[in-house]
């Protein structure tokens, strides 16, 4: 990667450098935790990762965070897997997700918003009531601290009550979304066993309502742990029989009640895709969670109580979690449930000019489907109180830097964020005082020593290697469910470099401390020794306007050689024809590699993605090798099982 310091995309002013809620707790740290007050933020991060306890002290000092029992010191054991973070220490998640209400009782807290784009906006005194009164109705079921509670829910205020709720308890939340099959559900609630499930009757998304009954049935039938069924009705239907009514059990003017639980108590399980085999029930703790997410919202994305925080999310993607985070901040959130593009491909542009959201988070997918529906959100809205555009799920292209910049507002601070499910937080992104480079993450997070290691355990600088993290998070699980022995959580992070975090991306750390990702290295295209990231190959081919999305895959054969055919969904209208894979070749040639040249270009019918989105290439790469379908992929953790189909058939045709 060239050294040659590239012209900003944008550049934070000195106005808003020195407001920057991450200058002023330098500032504080520099005086009060020995972290130096000069060299901005990149002396900042050196001190956060080679002073872990002084900068995880200060973290806890500057936000409020309460302890109800003090901590003995701030980490016990740093040891990866295993460390322990803040022994002794007792607190409750919850508590301090509504402590706003204490001074901003009638601010919104939550603003929902669904698919008519009316709000309805839920105080921070409505918000704690709810919280109070349904607590109080889970202890009267006898849920109890270390209970799964369970929410198969969309992305409405009752979600957030149930998990809050629950936390205050000392309960364990898990949730999936109702577009979720049931048995994509029970292969990730079976696992935990809730003793409550939380339940809509249905859902809205594209126009259409989804009856959820049916599905509901069978999950209170296969769940046999369930004490208590609560019945939400979004379509206005009855409760079905034996359910709780969701209204009886948050209409009591009920003080919240917050079991004060030890540091690593569980807070909530999330689960990993589970393209090939069971998710992996991932536990992370109430203070590790409430640390690091007070750390990454609070300094990283620069909220505070004036903010409003959008991001577009389900309750099936560790994203929902962080954005219900945001109260930690006493930021107003913003809830919409519905579909991304509807009624039109825009239509998120519209929400954020409707609800005044100040950081407006997506999807790279979406922001790149706008590009392509030639969407114009700076011409078209008001979107002034626009600070921040945020996206993850895979890396943003060059092109959708470029989109934003010219698109919604040439003074954009654009932040593309890394990180996973298995920490819920970001490894790299957003930082508000430093510039932003087309194509880049701006830097490593604070706290998180992000390098990029060669086979051997080396640092790289400017060259592609594996992401390691070589300290531990306070974010990171405290175990999986259902691994005793901690061997499923070992091997999936710490098999390759012993003691240290690697968490399966291709990145590059430039000289100037911004990060790229190249994608996943474990379906890494591995060209005659030079190694290419998936991401890569994506963004430069479906820049070409006939391509809607593409799939590339590199097989090792067993002569010896190497097969890397490219499959491309086609838009509407275009025929893959000699021009076109000359183009699609050439394109690659030029911008990329020689030899990431595909060897064979292939029309698909579309491309599978997990439920939460990402493009599934290790269980299609497993198909081609001549894997059966049901081997190689978790069948109800797929959008389209169909279209996987026509990647099994096509490997039984090539045999």
């Known amino acids: 990667m060239s050294t040659a310091a590239p012209t900003p995309l944008w550049q934070p002013d000195e106005a808003r450098i020195s407001t920057a809620r991450i200058t002023r707790f330098q500032s504080w740290a520099a005086t009060r935790h020995g972290a130096p007050a000069e060299g901005g933020y990149e002396a900042l991060h050196r001190w956060s990762v080679t002073e872990l306890e002084s900068f995880w002290q200060a973290v806890v000092e500057w936000f409020d965070i309460r302890f109800s029992t003090p901590y003995e010191r701030v980490l016990g054991d740093r040891s990866m897997p295993g460390a322990e973070w803040f022994p002794g220490a007792t607190l409750n998640y919850a508590e301090h997700a509504l402590r706003a209400a204490a001074d901003r009782p009638d601010d919104s807290a939550l603003l929902y918003v669904d698919e008519t784009h009316e709000q309805t906006p839920v105080s921070w005194a409505a918000l704690r009531r709810q919280v109070g009164s349904l607590a109080a109705e889970l202890r009267a079921l006898g849920v109890q601290p270390g209970d799964r509670v369970s929410g198969y829910l969309p992305n409405i205020p009752q979600a957030v009550v149930a998990l809050l709720a629950s936390a205050a308890v000392g309960a364990v939340w898990t949730s999936c979304a109702p577009d979720f099959g049931a048995r994509s559900v029970l292969d990730r609630f079976q696992q935990v066993e809730p003793v409550v499930l939380f339940t809509v009757d249905g859902y809205r998304y594209g126009g259409k309502e989804h009856d959820r009954r049916e599905t509901v049935a069978e999950l209170r039938g296969e769940l046999p742990s369930l004490r208590a069924v609560v019945h939400i009705p979004l379509l206005g239907t009855e409760a079905p029989e034996g359910a709780l009514e969701w209204s009886a059990l948050t209409s009591s003017d009920t ?10 108590h569980p807070l909530w399980v999330l689960y990993s895709s589970g393209t090939t ?19 990454q919202l609070g300094l990283h994305c620069d909220l505070g109580p004036e903010d409003r925080f959008f991001w577009y999310t389900s309750t099936g993607w560790m994203m929902w979690n962080f954005l219900v985070s945001g109260l930690l901040t006493g930021t107003t959130v913003i809830l919409y449930d519905g579909s991304p593009g509807y009624p039109e491909t825009g239509a998120q542009w519209a929400i954020a000019e409707q609800t005044g959201a100040t950081l407006f988070g997506t999807s790279a997918a979406y922001v790149m489907a706008c590009r392509k529906a030639g969407v114009h959100p700076g011409r078209d809205h008001d979107l002034s109180r626009i600070q921040c555009v945020a996206t993850t799920g895979s890396p943003l292209p060059p092109d959708g830097f470029r989109w934003l910049h010219d698109e919604v507002r040439e003074d954009l601070w654009i932040a593309s964020v890394s990180g996973g499910t298995d920490v819920c937080s970001c490894f790299a992104g957003a930082v508000p005082t430093l510039p932003v480079h087309i194509g880049e993450l701006q830097a490593p997070c604070l706290g998180t020593d992000l390098q990029s290691w060669d086979p051997q355990g080396k640092p790289l ?34 098999d390759t470099y012993p003691g240290v ?19 996943r290295s474990d379906s890494t295209l591995n060209r005659q020794g030079v190694r290419m990231g998936s991401a890569d190959i994506y963004e430069a081919v479906e820049r070409l306007p006939e391509i809607r999305e593409s799939l590339v895959i590199g097989i090792e054969q067993p002569d010896g050689g190497y097969w890397m055919p490219l499959f491309v969904h086609l838009a509407p209208g275009a025929v893959l024809d000699d021009d076109l894979r000359t183009r699609i070749k050439q394109t690659i040639r030029e911008q990329l590699s020689p030899r990431h040249v595909p060897d064979e270009i292939i029309e698909a019918p579309g491309v599978p993605h997990t439920l939460t989105g990402k493009r599934i290439e290790v269980p299609v790469k497993r198909l081609l090798q001549g894997t059966p379908l049901d081997k190689a992929v978790n069948p109800g953790s797929v959008d389209s099982l169909e279209l996987l189909q026509f990647y099994a058939d096509l490997a039984r045709e090539r045999r």
């Open 277 to 295: 085999g069971l998710p992996k029930a991932i536990v992370q703790s109430q203070g590790g969670i409430l640390v690091e997410h007070f750390k």
């Open 461 to 494: 600088i400017g060259e592609v290697g594996e992401l390691v993290v070589t300290n531990p998070m306070p974010s990171m699980p405290i175990h999986f469910w259902n691994d005793p022995d901690g061997t499923r959580y070992h091997d999936s992070y710490f």
């Open 255 to 264: 003080e919240p009640v917050f079991e004060q639980v030890p540091f690593d």
């Open 501 to 519: 975090w690697r968490h399966g991306d291709w990145i590059t750390l430039t000289d100037r401390g911004s990060v790229v990702i190249h994608g």
